[in-house]
């Protein structure tokens, strides 16, 4: 099969993979699992010679390092996160190195679109679950996420008070400031960026987070001074 084609599927299989981890994540490890297997094994059987800058090997190797020293540092003081902080800082470095062997600089068009529309995704996913947990709560959906997330996804619409939680939130930090910079630096997905805004931002409201406001807040005046077309060093 042309490496090209190749190329095209290992691709689709990461987007479907990122997807999956925005929208859900903490959840449908099997599949992703299955997703992190199929993409390695072809970039390691088309990808296997394709050159690498040696400042990217260093830079990999030494979060790699830091994570492992790490992780060692917290198993010996008995630290309960050691070994989740050795999955984030010692198997994921290793993972992107070897997606990014199939990864261009041509393809930043469909990482950028790709993103915007998980964002939409995910504002709509949002608003969604909150629906029908108050006016369906017996829905495929609903039910089906309770099962998964137990006592991480709540909605609790009270007399005097609301209560909202899960945990694809927390991708909200990343894809509200990401949605206002498309936003303001792109024509072509302005529309796109603009409705993503509107349902992450009711979705961000609807959970009560200070945290999540702060962060947003930082993010949201970073994405304006690294975004806008009239700002300038």
């Given amino acids: 099969m042309h490496k090209v084609k190749i190329k095209s599927i290992v691709l689709f299989f990461l987007a479907v993979l990122l997807t999956l981890c925005c929208i859900l994540p903490t959840i449908l490890v099997p599949i992703k699992f299955i997703l992190i297997l199929i993409a390695l094994g072809l970039i390691l059987f088309y990808f296997y010679n394709t050159k690498v ?3 990217g090997i260093f830079l990999i190797f030494s979060l790699v390092l830091v994570g492992v020293f ?9 630290g309960a996160g050691a070994l989740v902080v050795m999955r984030v800082m010692v198997i994921y470095p290793i993972l992107f190195f070897f997606f990014s062997l199939a990864y261009s600089y041509e393809d930043n068009d469909k990482l950028y679109s790709l993103l915007i529309f998980i964002s939409l995704i995910l504002g709509i996913f949002l608003i969604l679950f909150n629906y029908l947990n108050i006016y369906y709560p017996s829905n495929f ?13 709540v909605v609790d619409d009270g007399l005097d008070y609301f209560k909202f939680t899960i945990p694809t939130v927390s991708s909200t930090i990343f894809f509200l400031p990401y949605s206002i910079g498309v936003l303001i630096s792109s024509k072509k997905y302005r529309l796109i960026a603009l409705f993503s805004l509107i349902t992450l931002v009711i979705s961000g409201l609807l959970t009560g987070r ?16 690294i975004s806008s077309k009239n700002y300038r060093f």
């Fill in 70 to 78: 790490g992780s060692l540092h917290g198993l010996l003081n008995n």
């Fill in 53 to 55: 800058k040696s400042f």
């Fill in 210 to 225: 200070r945290a999540l406001f702060v962060t947003t807040i930082i993010g949201l005046i970073f994405t304006l001074f």
């Fill in 141 to 153: 959906l609903v039910v089906f996420l309770n099962n998964q997330y137990q006592d991480e996804a």
